[in-house]
C-alpha cells in the first residue's frame, strides 16, 4: 500500500504555494530511522527543518544494518525509517509478517562498483574476485549489473528482482563471487578486485559516486523509500513527512546535497514546472 498519489499531489501543492500549517495535534515527536549516511542526511538537512517549522520535533535514530529498523518500526520505537527499497519492504514484511507499508520514493544512490585494484572495469582479468551484498534483492541487483558488464551471463527468463547465483548460467570471466553483509561492503575493498557497494554504505564511508566504476541504472522498483506503519498511513503526521520530501524546499536541498542520486518521481516533476 502507497500513500495515495492524488493526496500526495496535493501536499506537494500546498507546500509549493507556501500554506503553513500546524503539526498533527496528537503528534509532537517524530523518530525517524535511517542508516547512517546520506539517508539519515537527508532527514537532517531536508525533512527535519521543514516539518520543525510546522511545530513538530523531529529525532533520527541511525542504524547500521538493514534488521533492525523495520523491527523498530513494527514494534512502534520509529515512527517512520528511510533505508530500504520496494522489493527488500515487501519481502522483509512478509517474512517476518510486520504491517508495513511503502509512504514516500526518496533520492536514491544507485549501488555502484568499485575497486582499489583496478582503474576500469574494462582492466579485470578473468578469475576477480568480486564481493556482492547477501541479502537477496540486493544482490540481484549486482548480478543483473554484471551481465550488464559481460562477466556472466543468466539464465533465460531470470527474474532480475530476485535472480542469485543459481541464475548464473555462464560465468564468462570465471569470476569468485563473495556475498558479505552490505556495510562490509566498503572495507571489503582491501581484499578483492572488485566490491558492489549499496550507495548509501558507499557514501558514509567517503566513496564517491563519481569514482565508482559503473553505477546500476536505477529503476523506480529499486529506488529508497520512507516506510511507516500500515495503520498510520492515514494520520496527518504521516501525511506532513510525505508532503516535506514532496516539496520545492527538498527539492533544493537534494541539488545542493545529493548530486548525482537518482531523483523520485514528484522531484523530475517540479523541475519540468521550472
Do not use: C
Amino acid at each position: 500500500m502507497s500513500f495515495p498519489r492524488l493526496a500526495l499531489f496535493a501536499a506537494l501543492a500546498a507546500l509549493t504555494l507556501g500554506a503553513a500549517h500546524a503539526a498533527d495535534p496528537a503528534k509532537k515527536e517524530i523518530v525517524f530511522g535511517a542508516t547512517a549516511g546520506p539517508y539519515s542526511d537527508q532527514i537532517k538537512l531536508g525533512i527535519k527543518p521543514i516539518l520543525e517549522k510546522q511545530g513538530y520535533t523531529v529525532r533520527i535514530v541511525e542504524f547500521n544494518d538493514y534488521i533492525q529498523p523495520n523491527f523498530a518500526l513494527a514494534q512502534g520505537a520509529l515512527d517512520a525509517n528511510a533505508f530500504q527499497h520496494e522489493v527488500y519492504l515487501k519481502n522483509f514484511a512478509a517474512k517476518n509478517k510486520l504491517e508495513l507499508s511503502e509512504l514516500v520514493k526518496v533520492p536514491t544512490a544507485p549501488i555502484a562498483i568499485y575497486s582499489k585494484k583496478y582503474k576500469s572495469v574494462d582492466a579485470a582479468p578473468d578469475g576477480v574476485t568480486v564481493a556482492v551484498p547477501n541479502d537477496p534483492t540486493n544482490q540481484a541487483r549486482a548480478l543483473v549489473v554484471l551481465q550488464e558488464l559481460g562477466w556472466v551471463k543468466l539464465r533465460d527468463g531470470y527474474d532480475p528482482l530476485q535472480a542469485s547465483e543459481k541464475d548464473v548460467a555462464v560465468n564468462v570471466k570465471k569470476i569468485k563471487l563473495i556475498p558479505l553483509e552490505a556495510a562490509q561492503l566498503p572495507r571489503s575493498l582491501d581484499d578483492t578486485d572488485y566490491s558492489f557497494v549499496n550507495g548509501n554504505f558507499a557514501l558514509a564511508s567517503g566513496l564517491k559516486l563519481t569514482s565508482a566504476l559503473a553505477l546500476e541504472k536505477t529503476t523506480p522498483t529499486y529506488q529508497n523509500l520512507v516506510a511507516v506503519r500500515t495503520a498510520d498511513i492515514g494520520k496527518p503526521y504521516v501525511k506532513d513527512i510525505a508532503a516535506a520530501y514532496a516539496s520545492r524546499e527538498f527539492l533544493a536541498v537534494t541539488d545542493k546535497s545529493f548530486a548525482g542520486f537518482v531523483k523520485t518521481d514528484y522531484q523530475q516533476k517540479l523541475e519540468a514546472a521550472r
